[in-house]
């Protein structure tokens, strides 16, 4: 755990001052140059080095947990990972090559087997709903997209108080049925989740639920903190109903899918859990490794 690391002044100390002081860190910056980082800092590649103000290089991988809403969990089992950057003043920059946050389908567990057809539909679209959902490819993949930019907090994330990442996100159900267009969250009205690493306090029927910042590891110097079996939780945020489901006839589909996953859910029905692997590292390290 974080709190057991020692106060001396090493290289890892020398980091977190980073977290916690960085326009000491702005002084000393210099301008990126092109390349492609190697050793220990191979993971960065995508830090905006080509800005300025970015003092701190992040690569997060995601490789198990789970994302609730409403009646419908879906395990976490392909890695996501998460990169970019932090200014001197705590902003987050998204990646160089614009996949901040990858998009990547995770299986709904089910997928449509349990939707059936509204009873409101005429009876010859009930028949054609079924068939479909039947005969069909039933199969449902859902990718978490991002529609904002995240908001971190480093020193949260390492002390275990308040949040540290912050995602607005929109979650992209996916079936030949549902269309390319089936979204739950949108641009306008996105499901915020922020993330802890500490302990959470979510409305009923949510209990509190407890991440952790993981075990963490210094290399080269202390210019690259690595925190294995991270933790970020969060179990108080809400959802909107789905959107644009079946295409044309959305608004007849989209009352069937709110019906199956549970929507619109509101704050304590719904869970994120995200373990894996952070990695801090200085820019100017990173830069230097090209």
Known sequence: MVRQVSAR???????????????????????????????????FTQCP???????????????????????????????TTLQGGVTGDGVFVGATDGETLSKTPQTVPGGLLKIVAPSFLP??????????????????????????NPTINLLAALTRQGAALSLPVRVHLENAFLGG??????????????????????????TPITGSPGEPESKDAGELLILRKNSLVNNSFSAPGAEGCGGLFSFLIDPA????????????????????TQELAGARAVEASE
């Open 9 to 43: 002044r090493s290289g890892l100390v020398r980091l977190l001052a980073a977290v916690v002081a960085p326009m000491a860190a702005l002084v000393l910056a210099a301008p990126a140059m092109a390349g492609t980082p190697t050793g220990v800092f191979a993971n």
């Open 181 to 206: 267009g089936c979204y739950v969250g949108s641009t306008a009205h996105p499901v915020t989740v922020e993330l802890t690493t500490g302990a959470t306090s979510p409305p009923p029927p949510n």
């Open 123 to 148: 009876g010859f679209l009930q028949t054609l709903f079924n068939e479909f959902i039947n005969k069909g490819i039933t199969g449902v993949t859902a990718t978490t997209e991002l529609v904002g």
């Open 49 to 79: 080095l080509s800005n300025p103000t970015v003092i701190t290089c992040i690569y997060g991988r995601t490789t198990s947990g789970e994302f609730a809403i409403g009646s419908t969990s879906v395990p976490l089992t392909k890695a």
């Open 257 to 276: 899918v709110d019906a199956e996953i549970g929507l619109p859910s509101a704050a304590g029905h719904n869970t994120a859990i995200l373990n894996g």
